[in-house]
């Protein structure tokens, strides 16, 4: 008699332990934590992997671009870093995709000549959006996020995933992933509406769909004078997500003492003159320019302590390149919604 053929691509809602389903199999028990579970038409986890496009060689070769790309790293850090370790990790990320509704109500704030009021405001906001979450524990790679855009998906091959390289497997509950995402879709919603005061919201997802996939990361692990780092390239781009790299001495030095010198000009002499001024005005201009004057003092203590604390941190590099996505999604959302305003 032949072995029925295993389904891959399920995960236990108890564990998120994969689970293997045999054919014409209903009930199926978790591996990990022995929960019994009843497979019922579509309702299981579907599960994807992003194409590897980049190989070992091109993960040496960003991680040398890394390296000789920023003043902030040590000059001679491509030269002296010698590679210690290199491996293929999977990692695993829950995802969400859905197509949000959202009507959020309150007040927008407008600036007048003399002071600023509130008026009644209805955003209406219509848009796909896409949430990824960790499903392991990810503090060893730096990575809690990845970007999907542009990114080809393949259904889930476990056997050629472990041939590859290193595989991860979820950890924590499907459910608290779920309600994680529907919290940053709410979030998002609410930030896209730039009201000054939100009275009310209310959110519906439409198509919404989940999903786990598994995300190719190159690790990196250098020495440089003895001393270890490390650095993380996308499988599929090449870009590094994240990287740690020696600081350097000099550009810490230059840093510190140029904003020292800026910061004290602003803080002595700019609030200076403004505070000479303010004693020769009159009337309203008297408060107005100390109030400039007390804005300079500390505009300049601001920046002489970032300059501090530069040089006092600055002696290792640390990049997360996927907050810069993050920020360039931020600016999108918000053009999406002025748009929108402009066609009402």
């Keep these: 008699m032949s072995e029925k053929k295993a389904t891959h691509g399920l995960a236990c809602p108890a564990c998120g332990g994969m689970v293997s389903i045999p054919e014409g199999q209903a009930i199926v028990q978790c591996p990990y934590c022995d929960q019994c579970s009843l497979v019922r038409g579509e309702r299981g986890l579907r599960r994807y992997q992003v194409v590897q496009?980049?190989?070992?060689?091109?993960a040496v070769q960003a991680l040398r671009r890394f390296l000789s790309g920023h003043q902030a790293i040590a000059w001679d850090a491509s030269r002296q870093a010698r590679l210690e370790e290199i491996f293929l990790a999977h990692l695993p990320f829950w995802t969400a995709w859905v197509r949000v509704l959202g009507w959020v109500f309150g007040h927008k704030k407008v600036d007048s000549e003399k002071d600023a009021r509130y008026e009644p405001e209805e955003i209406k906001i219509a848009q796909e959006m896409t949430w990824t979450g960790a499903a392991c524990d990810v503090g060893e790679f730096g990575v809690t996020k990845i970007p999907l855009k542009d990114r080809a998906l393949e259904p889930f091959d476990a056997e050629g995933l472990h041939a590859s390289g290193m595989v991860f497997e979820p950890v924590g509950s499907i459910s608290d992933a779920r309600s994680a995402s529907a919290d940053d879709f709410g979030r998002r919603v609410r930030d896209m509406s730039s009201l000054a005061r939100i009275s009310q919201s209310f959110i519906r997802f439409v198509d919404k769909k989940f999903g786990l996939i598994y995300y190719p990361l190159w690790v990196l692990?250098?020495?440089?004078?003895?001393?270890?780092?490390?650095?993380?390239?996308?499988?599929?781009?090449g870009e590094v997500l994240y990287g740690k790299a020696p600081g350097s001495t000099f550009y810490r030095a230059a840093v510190l003492v140029g904003g020292m010198a800026l910061g004290a000009f602003v803080m002595v002499d700019g609030a200076a003159v403004i505070i000479y001024l303010a004693i020769q005005a009159e009337g309203d201009g008297v408060l107005m320019l100390l109030a400039v004057g007390l804005t300079l003092i500390g505009t300049g203590f601001t920046l002489m302590r970032k300059a501090y604390n530069n040089f006092r941190y600055g002696e290792q590099y640390e990049y997360r390149g996927y907050q810069k996505t993050k920020r360039r999604i931020r600016r999108r959302r918000e053009g999406d919604v002025m748009r929108a305003r402009e066609e009402e």
Excluded: K, M, N
């Design 53 to 58: 496009r980049v190989d070992q060689d091109q």
């Design 221 to 237: 692990r250098y020495l440089y004078r003895e001393r270890a780092f490390q650095v993380v390239v996308d499988g599929h781009s």
